[in-house]
């Protein structure tokens, strides 16, 4: 082994060292995203206790520590916002848990940084021990000064400054795109440190995969179910992938992004109210869809690039095709084709 000491870097090494090519030189989003790996070990060492929260709630364990046993979704959320609302870093935050805008306490400072985040993702996998997550964004802000406001939240995807997802799985790993690629890093719970463990990270030239909740294929359009096809091999096309679907998105979108392949939540007919499938355009698709464009890829809706798309509203649903891009362009190829 060389140099083995040179070669660990840790979270808060690589962020300071990467500093220089950020857009801002004060050191304010590093220490935001420092704040959100933070958040990231403490919500990690909840998720891998999940199953006993019955059990602790039962001894009394909970109450000792004046806690009540919360659901794990409510938990990160929480941690998040306590984490960031006094920093001064930021000056409004939106979270999928929240239905308005969440505002910073007027006891704070107020910060330039908006943030945004699914505080955890895949939620109904819980319950079997799969892996979950979190999707966060980083915004400047809009208006100029005072506390934050709708307007600062609904950016479009190409606004954003960083980006990226703690996946709760095997292991602990923090993935980040701030325009300078992206970078992943493991965490190591003997020493409680994310260490860099995957640079630069690119998708691969040959796609293994494509995802997709395929229990719905009778809910699609000509388009979307001409196009899967063309994913197993039929339709004309030279190559055949294989299938992988864990239902959770963070969990499913990394798998994309170190195998390559495509992820998609298309529109369809499952349910009226949604008419734009399930995953939503601001805490889901716009901070997914930048991490992958960093890494060579591309998201689209399926009718042009999702960081396209200008929110109307906080909740808003869209939906969703991302990874190795000539697979995601194929997409909107059978869309034009088959669904106008
Ligand atoms: P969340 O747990 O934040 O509500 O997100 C769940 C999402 C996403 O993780 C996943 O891709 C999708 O739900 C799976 O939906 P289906 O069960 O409809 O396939
Ligand atoms: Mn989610
Ligand atoms: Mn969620």
Known sequence: MTNAGSS???IERHIFLEQAAFPDASGTLTQLLYDIALAGKLIAS???RAGLADILGATGDENVQGEEVQKLDLYAHRTIFQLTDHTGRLAVMASE??????????????GKYVLVFDPLDGSSNIDFNVSVGTIFAIYERKTESGPGTLRDVLQKGSDIVAAGYLVYG???MLVYAAGNGVNGFTLDPSVGEFLLSHPHIRLPERPKYYSVNQGYEKYWTEGIKRYTRWLQGEEGATQSLSLRYIGSMVADVHRTLLGGGVFYYPADSK?????????RLLYEANPMAFVIEEAGGYASTGRGAVRDVDPEDLHERTPLFLGSTELVRKAEEFIGQYDS
């Open 8 to 10: 660990m870097i840790t």
């Open 46 to 48: 909840r998720t891998t």
């Open 97 to 110: 848990e929240e239905k308005d805008i969440i505002a910073i306490p007027s006891k704070y400072p107020m």
């Open 170 to 172: 095997s292991s602990t």
């Open 271 to 279: 349910d009226p109210k949604k008419p734009n499938g399930k995953l």
